[in-house]
């Protein structure tokens, strides 16, 4: 629950508001896992809560997974034995967690490991905010949180908003909004109804190509939402928050990583406050083999014809030009390395195991 659910609860209960204070504290701050744990709660009101149905919930971990670069990825069962993946990434001070969002994803985009298990379910925004929760109790410092994970946050838009909340909150996790980070791969009415939020978490768009050609043939969402529309919905948050937005860029060999695509993405981003993040492919088990796959070659910018679905990833040097030429047009551009590949922990992989 949120504070303002919590309020509403106990004064229903016959207490004082304030006492919401305590519950939500104790939960957030000390990690209990128990009602009768809130000391500074009457015995007799914590047995009326527990009488009322009331508990706090927690997610079980089934398995802690450790790449040699550090990255550590948290297996986590759901009540209804589904599992859900969390990773948390080092960078210097930067300690930030992926959480998912949803148990599996509808969404189908073909360069994600989870996209081929289908959507489950949303997850209770207790089960989102408990992913932090269980990870700092094991001892990691969390800075950043990112809705990153399984699922696609804005399909599960008001238990996402709630986490959001929760996390933020002073009487909480206390993380600073510009640190929390809401990814989507597009839905246009959750980027409309962010916009309007009287909370401003960070924005970022898998966006992964400059043309609605080649993004329909590898996001299936594209063909809902094409890129005008989508490009409406950001200007709309924009005049609405004032917020940079993010663009998250996955190069994939031969599809979308020459220097033609770079300029029109270019061309694309032009008008708008934002910065542009460049991931390099990770392949996974279950994804399509390159070498066994058929191939057209020459496949040109805007031309989807021949768009394989063996896919690899841009070398070194391809992401690197691609980079240098965003730059030059004055675009904040980031490569974010390949981190967690050993566990499955890499961009597109949660789910692959």
């Given at each position: 629950?949120?504070?303002?659910?919590?309020?509403?609860?106990?004064?229903?209960?016959?207490?004082?508001?304030?006492?919401?204070?305590?519950?939500?504290?104790?939960?957030?701050?000390?990690?209990?896992?128990?009602?009768?744990?809130?000391?500074?709660?009457?015995?007799?009101?914590?047995?009326?809560?527990?009488?009322a149905g009331y508990y706090i919930s927690t997610l079980k971990v089934a398995e802690k997974l450790t790449d040699p670069d550090g990255t550590i990825k948290y297996v986590f069962n759901l009540s209804d034995e589904k599992r859900v993946e969390a990773v948390l990434l080092f960078d210097d001070d930067r300690r930030t967690l992926c959480v998912s969002t949803q148990a599996g994803c509808a969404m189908g985009c073909l360069f994600c490991a989870t996209g081929k298990l289908g959507l489950a379910r949303n997850l209770t925004a207790g089960e989102i905010v408990d992913q932090v929760n269980h990870v700092v109790s094991d001892g990691g410092r969390v800075s950043n949180v990112v809705f990153m994970g399984m699922?696609?946050?804005?399909?599960?838009?008001?238990?996402?908003?709630?986490?959001?909340?929760?996390?933020?909150?002073?009487?909480?996790r206390k993380i600073g909004i510009r640190h929390l980070t809401i990814s989507t791969c597009g839905l246009v009415?959750?980027?409309?109804?962010?916009?309007?939020e009287d909370i401003q978490p960070r924005l970022a768009i898998s966006l992964n190509a400059p043309t609605d050609a080649i993004r329909r043939r590898i996001m299936p969402i594209a063909a809902k939402y094409p890129?005008?529309?989508?490009?409406?919905?950001?200007?709309?948050?924009?005049?609405?928050?004032?917020?940079?937005?993010?663009?998250?860029?996955?190069?994939?060999?031969?599809?979308?990583?020459?220097v033609t695509h770079a300029k029109m993405l270019i061309k694309l981003l032009r008008p708008f406050m934002c910065n542009v993040n460049l991931i390099e492919y990770n392949p996974h088990p279950g994804c399509p083999d390159p070498e066994k796959s058929e191939r057209f070659p020459g496949l040109s910018?805007?031309?989807?014809?021949?768009?394989?679905?063996?896919?690899?990833?841009?070398?070194?040097?391809?992401?690197?030009r691609f980079a240098q030429v965003l730059k030059d047009a004055g675009i904040e551009t980031t490569l974010r390395l390949k981190m967690g590949q050993s566990i499955k922990a890499a961009c597109g992989q949660l789910g692959a195991r």
């Open positions: 629950m949120t504070i303002a659910r919590l309020e509403r609860l106990v004064v229903e209960l016959g207490q004082k508001k304030y006492i919401a204070g305590y519950i939500f504290s104790f939960i957030h701050t000390r990690g209990v896992r128990d009602i009768s744990e809130i000391t500074t709660l009457s015995k007799a009101f914590r047995g009326q809560l527990a009488e699922g696609e946050p804005l399909a599960n838009y008001e238990a996402v908003l709630d986490a959001v909340r929760i996390l933020n909150h002073p009487s909480g009415p959750g980027i409309e109804r962010l916009a309007d890129l005008d529309r989508l490009m409406q919905a950001i200007e709309f948050y924009q005049q609405n928050t004032r917020n940079r937005v993010t663009f998250e860029y996955v190069l994939i060999k031969g599809i979308n990583d020459t910018p805007g031309n989807s014809k021949g768009i394989s679905q063996g896919f690899s990833a841009s070398g070194r040097e391809a992401i690197e």
